[in-house]
């Protein structure tokens, strides 16, 4: 009896053990992702975010022209489609299924795509976007995009089920909304650098 509490007080230890190893992992993981700075510099009031400009500051320059028909973000990493006007105005569903179409030779890209490269970003990233400093577009001063659209841009992102809005933003004030799935707006597709 006492031989088998020994192996099971040796079992206990490698799985103490262990969970000091994982737990210890997820501290040497670091800190969570810093956030981005929105971009706004005009202070309208003492401590809105033009008075305190918290979060990481911008690379300069943000965006490259990969000459490509791409344009990488340096401050994501994710890679834009150049030309922001590729498929015109789509509902939510058409949306969703266009980006993974995009491949080499589509919308001026010529970067070796293949289908299911591309995707449509979520609010977070298609928000990421913007620069709350500027407007019409609601894009950083010298962008390198293309046929950028003073509307709304579809976000992968809807709310609490299927039947429920969606979560576009808007390229002309920056600002995140709720729209109807079947409205017709842009599509801004996105990947992840490679």
């Known amino acids: 009896m006492v031989k088998h509490m020994n192996w099971l007080h040796g079992k206990s230890r490698i799985i103490l053990l262990c969970g000091l190893l994982a737990y210890s992992s997820l501290l040497v993981a670091g800190p969570p992702a810093p ?7 005009t202070e309208y009031a003492s401590g809105d975010d033009g008075a305190e400009q918290a979060g990481v500051t911008w690379p300069k320059p943000r965006f490259v022209d990969n000459q490509d028909g791409s344009v990488s973000d340096r401050l994501t990493g994710l890679v834009w489609l150049k030309d922001a006007n590729c498929f015109g105005r789509v509902s939510w569903e058409d949306s969703l299924q266009l980006p ?20 449509l970003p979520n609010v977070l990233e298609l928000f990421g976007l913007v ?11 010298g962008h390198p995009f293309l046929n950028v659209q003073l509307d709304f841009y579809w976000s992968g992102t809807t709310l609490d ?7 576009p933003v808007s390229m002309s004030f920056g600002n995140i909304d709720q729209k109807d799935k079947a409205e017709l707006y842009y599509v801004w597709p996105v990947r992840d650098a490679r």
Do not use: F, I
């Open 161 to 167: 089920n299927v039947n429920s809005p969606a979560r």
């Open 131 to 141: 620069d709350l400093g500027e407007h019409q577009p609601a894009l950083v001063a």
């Open 100 to 119: 993974q179409l995009v491949v080499n030779g589509a919308c001026g890209l010529t970067d070796a795509s293949l289908a299911g490269d591309w995707r």
């Open 35 to 41: 956030v981005a700075a929105t971009g706004q510099t």
